[in-house]
């Protein structure tokens, strides 16, 4: 029995392994954070490989980030923490904000309410999540919301909203204006709701052709937000920023509690600054730059081809809506992700660029595209 069983092991393990080497092989435009770092972090973060430095975001290297984040934001008052990943960054800042009865208003569509396994809500914070079309809140959803609360004469017995969290770009590539950025901030400080910006993908928003707000907006309209560095050139990392007098105090420990203060705090202080030196040419940027030009292209060659788009997200994601032959044309070659159903007939994918994707590749997928039926 065992022979049979280690036999059966063995040859489940060669199929899956084959399978991922096959995957391994084809171009992938799955996801914006496949890849590694970039060249630069990872030579600083080798040549200080031997190099002692105090623990847990208290050295040289996460100071001077701090700094640069700071004249980024036009703002030396600010807090700024390093924390590894975007759940983490997520889950830590609605924790540390929100009181033990209050919640989180979110899109339906939220990363926080589909995609970190109820991470929020484990910390007993519920995420109140509001239908959205098109991934975005927008002001007259979240004044609803607030004031159905305030309204209801039983309103002790509800979950309290406390923080209004959005995302930028949305999980489909869109951006909000900085209008409509303005117009919520003022709601939520006139009303007493924290507003919480969600910047994994911050940098590809920043360097769309829609984008027409900066870092130091952020930092005067949000009471709090995160400039993702993971999907953005980073090994991996996210720096929240913060303009709370009492967070100044407070973060930290809620980072220790939550169990995301890296000892090894300096690996996420040497990759944003290396990340964010040089003002508007900082490296961050260019590499934001360099993924949204490529998704310009994709975008641009499913339309030559008459191949409508789901929505017209001006960033690294891309939404074709494809048939069936389609995809398994293209998918014989390239890797991306199904995202909905359109219609029986036909679906929506993303084609995701990042930072490190090569023009050769998009060159061949854009050439493919092109010879689609």
């Not at 490529?294 to 048939?323: D, H």
Request: proline share 2%; glycine share 8%.
């Amino acid at each position: 029995m065992f022979n049979i069983l280690y036999s059966i092991g063995i040859f489940s393990v060669f199929h899956y392994l084959r399978g991922d080497i096959n995957r391994v092989s084809m171009i992938r435009f799955d996801s914006d954070y496949i890849e590694g770092a970039h060249p630069a972090i990872i030579e600083v973060l080798a040549k200080s490989n031997f190099e002692q430095h105090a623990g847990y975001g208290c050295d040289e290297y996460c100071a001077r980030a701090r700094d640069i984040i700071r004249s980024h934001c036009k703002d030396e008052s600010l807090g700024v923490e390093f924390l590894v990943g975007g759940t983490q960054a997520n889950v830590t800042v609605i924790d540390a904000f929100l009181r033990s009865y209050q919640g989180v208003i979110s899109a339906d569509s939220g990363h926080i309410n589909v995609h970190e396994t109820g991470a929020p809500e484990a910390t007993g914070h519920k995420v109140i999540a509001l239908p959205s079309s098109d991934g975005r809140l927008s002001l007259e959803q979240i004044a609803e919301c607030y004031h159905n609360h305030w309204n209801d004469h039983s309103h002790e017995h509800t979950v309290q909203p406390g923080m209004v969290y959005l995302s930028c770009p949305a999980e489909n590539g869109l951006i909000y204006s900085k209008a409509e950025l303005t117009a919520i901030s003022e709601f939520c400080h006139a009303n007493g709701l924290y507003l919480f910006l969600d910047g994994a993908r911050l940098g590809y928003g920043l360097m769309s052709e829609d984008c027409d707000f900066t870092l130091s907006d952020l930092a005067r309209l949000c009471d709090v937000f995160y400039i993702g560095g993971t999907k953005v050139g980073a090994l991996f990392g996210e720096a929240v920023v913060f303009k709370e007098k009492e967070m100044h105090r407070s973060f930290r420990y809620a980072i220790k509690q939550h169990g995301g203060m890296l000892a090894k705090g300096r690996l996420l202080g040497i990759q944003f600054e290396q990340l964010l030196t040089g003002g508007e040419d900082c490296l961050y940027f260019r590499l934001a730059r360099h993924a949204n030009r490529l998704a310009n292209r994709i975008r641009t060659a499913f339309e030559k081809k008459g191949i409508p788009m789901w929505i017209p997200s001006r960033t690294n994601m891309q939404f074709p809506v494809l048939t069936k032959e389609q995809q398994e044309i293209l998918m014989k070659k390239y890797v991306s992700e199904f995202w909905c159903k359109y219609d029986g007939e036909r679906d929506v994918v993303r084609f995701c660029t990042s930072w490190a994707t090569c023009e050769e590749n998009v060159d061949q997928l854009c050439k493919d595209i092109e010879e689609l039926l």
